[in-house]
């Protein structure tokens, strides 16, 4: 069955450094996403992404964070300056066309900033 | 704008009973989509269900059955006979033109179903 691939599976860096979280969407999607839940919290939404731009975004995705679709498979989550706050586990999701079945999510990057 | 609200924050059950999910909505979207989503100790978000809202025919699956009623803008989750296995975090989500179709989810009610 196909599957969203997000790596690493946890990621520890230090406040102030630059992260890139990598998601590899099922091949035939369209639209891809990103999601944060904070440890014991709801899951929220980042930004979406369509034909190569951002569709939609959040008031969470500030400056320092962007998004990216270097190739044909790869989505990247890039976090420019790491803070404490930014810990929590960041989730890539992608649709198809429809929506028919959702959105499917990876198994999730837990980001830890110390 | 577009609320979810899952009014029960932790529910506890014995093994093989029933226990519903609640999840009211709000959302000035003509045309939406609701959703559940389990996420296990695990971690990983597990799609169940998702639902238009111009389709209020309820759906069952197994033991797991959903009622949609739009008057009262609910989307409520139900499972019979409820097993360990059972036990996650479940999430009430919406979707729809406004936001561009990304989900919007609820605060999430942890299950714990106890042999």
């Known amino acids: 069955e196909p599957e969203v691939t997000q790596t690493p599976s946890h990621q520890v860096t230090q406040m102030g450094q630059e992260v890139i979280l990598r998601c590899v969407p099922i091949s035939n999607h369209l639209y891809f996403y990103w999601y944060r839940q904070i440890l014991g919290q709801k899951v929220e939404f980042l930004v979406s992404?369509?034909?190569?731009?951002?569709?939609?975004k959040s008031e969470i995705f500030d400056d320092q964070f962007s998004v990216e679709r270097p190739d044909g498979s790869n989505f990247t989550l890039k976090i420019r300056s790491t803070k404490l706050e930014d810990s929590a586990m960041y989730f890539c999701?992608?649709?198809?066309?429809?929506?028919?079945?959702?959105?499917?999510f990876g198994q999730g990057t837990r980001l830890t900033v110390v | 704008a577009q609320k979810v609200t899952q009014a029960q924050t932790e529910i506890s059950v014995v093994e093989k009973e029933d226990v519903t999910l609640d999840c009211v909505y709000e959302t000035r979207d003509t045309t939406y989509y609701l959703f559940w989503y389990k996420q296990p100790p695990s971690g990983e978000l597990v799609f169940l269900i998702r639902r238009n809202s111009f389709d209020e025919q309820n759906e069952i699956s197994g033991r797991y059955s959903w009622n949609f009623q739009k008057s009262t803008s609910s989307f409520n989750f139900t499972i019979t006979a409820s097993q360990v296995v059972d036990s996650a975090v479940y999430f009430c989500a919406l979707s729809g033109s406004n936001s561009g179709y990304a989900l919007n989810f609820g605060k999430g009610t942890s299950l714990l179903v106890t042999p």
């Open positions: 992404f369509y034909n190569n731009e951002i569709s939609e």
């Open positions: 999701a992608s649709r198809d066309r429809t929506g028919r079945e959702g959105a499917f």
